[in-house]
């Protein structure tokens, strides 16, 4: 292996879960103040994690799957909706403007 490879803080840490609490041992150059004692009674940094394997819906399988077509055609309607009320806003300046020219 070659020497020197890896930064000089980089060690044994522990990384929680904060949203499940759960943790696990890895080894991570990632600054941190914190510290825990891992079950194996040694004290380990300690770095939170907002988001892990045991949060992530991909990885817990309550990932959802997202209906393009169906985003498609809502956004196809607002469209039209969108487009009517446009023109119908168009018609009534329109009227407004033939009254006044009587």
């Not at 904060?18 to 991570?28: D, I, R």
């Not at 004290?43 to 209906?67: C, M, N, R």
Request: with cysteine.
């Amino acid at each position: 292996m070659k020497a020197d490879v890896h930064p000089k803080n980089y060690r044994t840490m522990i990384f929680r879960d904060s949203a499940s609490g759960q943790s696990f041992l890895s080894k991570s150059c990632a600054n941190t103040n914190l510290t825990a004692t891992w079950e194996d009674g040694r004290e380990y940094p300690l770095y939170l994690l907002g988001i892990s394997a045991f949060t992530h819906p991909f990885y817990t399988g309550q990932q959802k799957f997202v209906d393009t077509a169906g985003r498609v055609d809502k956004f196809q309607q607002r469209l039209a909706k969108t487009q009517a009320a446009q023109a119908a806003q168009a018609a009534l300046a329109d009227a407004a403007g033939k009254k006044k020219k009587k």
